[in-house]
Structure formats: C-alpha cells, structure tokens
C-alpha cells in the first residue's frame, strides 16, 4: 500500500489534471483521476473533459488497461454509483479490478453519490479526505452549486492600489493593463453567467460578452440586476450576440421586452440569493459579477460573494468611486474579513484572489 505522502503525491496530480477541465464541464464538476498498477507505478491518467463526456476514472482506466488490476485509483470527487449521462463510474473500478480507491472530496450530488460504499462492500479498500482542502479550491465553484443549490459567485473588479475604479469625474477607461484586461476575459468566459447592475447598462452600455468557449458550445447567460426594468430597451446588452436575463422586481411595472426573472425585493434591491436560486435551476454553476460597486456591495452584505477576483493597477487616484459600495458595515466589527488565495503579477498589475474568511 502507497504511504500518505505518495497519497498526497498522486492526489496533487490529480487535482492538477482536474483543473485541465476548467471552463468546459459545466454543469458537472471538474474532476481529475490517476490509476496506478500493483506495483504503484502510473498506469493512467484523465480528467472530465465536458458534461456527457467520459468521467475521469472511465478516461484514465481505458489508459491503464489491464494494468489497472490490483492496482490504485485517486479520484478528486467520490467515484459515482449512478447511470446518467453515462454509466457509474463504481461499476467501472470494480470491472477493472482496481485494489484501492483514493478520494478527496465527498461527492455531495445525491444523485450520484454512494461509489465509496459501493466499493467498500465489494472489497475494495477505500481512503476519503486525502487532500480535502486543494480539491475543494480547485472545484469550489461545482462543490457551492451542489451543495448549497445556488450559482458561485466571482466578484471581478478593477482598482487603482488606494482601491478606487473611477476618477472624481467619473473617467475609468483603462485602469489595468491590457495583459490584465485579457487575464480577465479568459476568467470570464469560464463562466455560465455575467451579471452586471443597472448602474453599469446605463453608464456604459457594456456588450457583456465572452468568446465562446471550447467544447461545450455555451455562451455564458448574460444577467442584468435592473429592480425597476430600466434597461434601455436598445442596450447592448439586449442585442443577439448571447442570451439575457433580466432580473427584476415582482412587482415592478416595466415596457421593457425581454427575458424578465421577476425576484421578490430585499434591502431597497432584490433577493439576491433568490436570484443564485434561480440561475442555479437554469444549470448556471458559477457568476462572474462585475460592473457596478452598488450591486457590489449589495452581494458583499447578503454574504454571497464568495471568491474576489481584483486586480490592482500601480497608480494612484486618492478620489473617485470606490470599487465597493456600501456592504452593510458601519462599524470595524461589521469588517469582512477574507483571506488571500493567491496572487500574481499580470503585466503591471497584481492579481489577487480572496474568499471570505470562515472562523
Ligand atoms: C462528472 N465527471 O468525472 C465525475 C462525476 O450527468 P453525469 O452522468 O455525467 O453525472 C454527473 C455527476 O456524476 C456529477 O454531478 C457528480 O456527482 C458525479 N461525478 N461527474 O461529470 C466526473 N466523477
Ligand atoms: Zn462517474
């Protein structure tokens, strides 16, 4: 049997090979595998690729082959014990004579679910928990979806380094550096929706697309937080370059013609959480938030921002709009406190990712 340390070994590549689905398994998880022989050398690898495509332990059991028998799985994500798009991946390690499965992270989809015990009762030693934490970061958004039954929200924004992302007349053309600016489009076009607020339409009329991405043929969803159905009804973000949700208020008395998501209203705004509800039934895994320090904030305060995507420009405005607007604190007790996750530089700029921090 491998020792804890090849454990952790083989589960780093295995979370590694999960990320290689970013952007394209949407609405399924990302999800790596690695299979080694009996005597534990690698004798397969793969990855979920897009939903309705091979999981990640039928892709790296047909590249071990029969060197798979006696041997070890580790699987980023409980092997399945459910036919759906394709067929339990349990039933697959058991065909394949694998010794030892490895996982990190519970499968939390009750529909699919129940592969660890599968496999226990048909003898295969079972390992769970073997680097929980690295494959929860790397599937965090899927893992929210499935677990809480809303979207994952990524909060984008752009600032100079004393946090402001427009200049006191209201200029905010180019803060960040075009390396940043295209950063940004690859972040966002793994996403399923963009959501932008009213504030955003009406000040810069933003087209709100991304390139389509490989493989799964999605445009992302592209949402507007509009209370009251303002949107012009010649926004651009109304055109047919992407399908458009406007989410408004029950009762809000709107001309607007469009795919209107009427939403009870909460805090002089809409249910936000209502609203991940919603897109989350339309098989929308994780938002990409941007546009708008006003919606900003009202996401900040209901407590459903949960990753910050910033990215930092080495200048200085010292006034001008702050890149959030009032998120519910008026004292430092209220502070939201996050902690960083990573970052980098992009050209001139510092990238940073944060989530909130849980005591
Ligand atoms: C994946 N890829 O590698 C694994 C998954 O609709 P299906 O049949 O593809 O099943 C999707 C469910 O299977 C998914 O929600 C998750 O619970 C489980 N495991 N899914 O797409 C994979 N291992
Ligand atoms: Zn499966």
New binding site residues.
């Given amino acids: 049997m491998e020792t804890p340390e090849q454990d952790a070994a083989h589960m780093a590549r295995a979370v590694e090979l999960a990320g290689h689905g970013h952007g394209s398994?949407s609405?399924?998880?990302l999800?790596g595998?690695v299979v080694l022989d009996a005597a534990g050398q690698v004798a397969g690898e793969g990855?979920?690729a897009y939903?309705?495509?091979?999981?990640?332990?039928?892709?790296a059991l047909a590249r071990a082959g029969e060197r798979a028998r006696g041997g070890t799985a580790y699987?980023t994500?409980?092997?399945?014990d459910?036919?759906?798009?394709?067929?339990p991946?349990s039933r697959a390690l058991l065909d394949a004579g694998v010794a030892r499965v490895v996982i990190a992270v519970t499968?939390?989809?009750p529909?699919?679910?129940g592969g660890a015990a599968r496999l226990r009762a048909h003898g295969v030693s079972v390992t769970s928990g073997v680097l929980a934490g690295a494959a929860e970061r790397g599937n965090e958004e899927?893992l929210t979806y499935?677990r809480l039954g809303r979207s994952h929200v990524t909060w984008k924004f752009a600032a100079t380094l004393d946090g402001r992302s427009a200049a006191e007349d209201g200029t905010s053309q180019w803060i960040t550096s075009p390396e940043a600016r295209a950063d940004v489009h690859r972040m966002r076009a793994a996403a399923d929706a963009i959501v932008a607020g009213i504030g955003t339409v009406l000040a810069d009329d933003p087209g709100l697309t991304a390139r389509v991405r490989d493989g799964s043929g999605r445009t992302p969803l592209r949402v507007v937080i509009d209370t009251e159905g303002h949107t012009p009804q010649h926004a651009r973000v109304l055109d047919d370059k992407a399908p458009t949700l406007v989410a408004v208020a029950e009762d809000a008395r709107t001309p607007l013609k469009a795919d209107l998501l009427r939403l009870p209203r909460h805090e002089g705004g809409l249910d936000l959480g209502a609203l991940l509800r919603e897109l989350a039934a339309r098989e929308v895994v994780g938002v990409f938030l941007e546009g708008g320090p006003t919606l900003a904030g009202s996401f900040v305060r209901q407590g459903l921002a949960d990753r910050v995507l910033a990215y930092v420009a080495p200048a200085l405005l010292g006034s001008g709009r702050a890149a959030l607007g009032a998120a519910g604190v008026g004292t430092i007790d209220d502070v939201h406190r996050l902690t960083f996750d990573d970052f980098s530089l992009i050209g001139p700029d510092l990238r940073l990712i944060a989530r909130p921090a849980h005591p």
């Fill in positions: 398994t609405p399924n998880p999800v595998c990855f979920h939903a309705g495509g091979p999981h990640a332990e039928v892709a699987v994500l409980e092997p399945c459910h036919t759906g798009r394709t067929g991946c499968d939390p989809n529909k699919a679910a899927w499935a």
